[in-house]
């Protein structure tokens, strides 16, 4: 799984951040490393260096995922920090409902009876006598 971090100018401590953003990810998606093949972190300072204030950074987090649409989350708080790990949380959370709902698709489907119907009419076939 790739991750790539992109972050605004008024972001500071660029090379830590992106090994702690990377890490956080990692943590939060690990299970899903099969099924998730790059995950975009954009992080960023809502009102600019100059003020600060409730919920002024944000992180912003886009999952790419196998056979699925992406699958995108953000999360506003007073620390960089706060909002990585809430963008992780909810990413986990958003990747667990969309595989499961997936994944429970493809067992309803595989239990539709399409294949049985096909073999019952194979031998009703073979079994009525042409007259």
Do not use: W, Y
């Not at 660029?14 to 943590?27: A, C, D, F, G, T």
């Not at 959370?93 to 539709?112: D, I, P, Y």
């Amino acid at each position: 799984m790739q991750v790539q971090v992109e972050t605004d100018n008024h972001v500071e401590g660029r090379e830590k951040l992106i090994e702690h953003v990377e890490s956080v990810i990692r943590n939060a998606v690990d299970r899903f490393a099969g099924q998730v093949t790059h995950v975009e972190a954009h992080l960023g300072d809502v009102n600019g260096s100059e003020k600060s204030g409730a919920d002024d950074m944000r992180c912003v987090l886009e999952a790419r995922v196998a056979g699925l649409k992406n699958i995108a989350v953000k999360h506003h708080a007073d620390s960089l920090h706060v909002a990585i790990a809430g963008a992780a949380d909810k990413l986990k959370n958003a990747l667990e409902s969309a595989l499961g709902k997936a994944h429970a698709r493809e067992r309803r489907h595989a239990g539709t009876g399409e294949l049985s119907a096909d073999v019952a009419r194979e031998t009703d076939d073979r079994e009525m006598p042409l007259t």
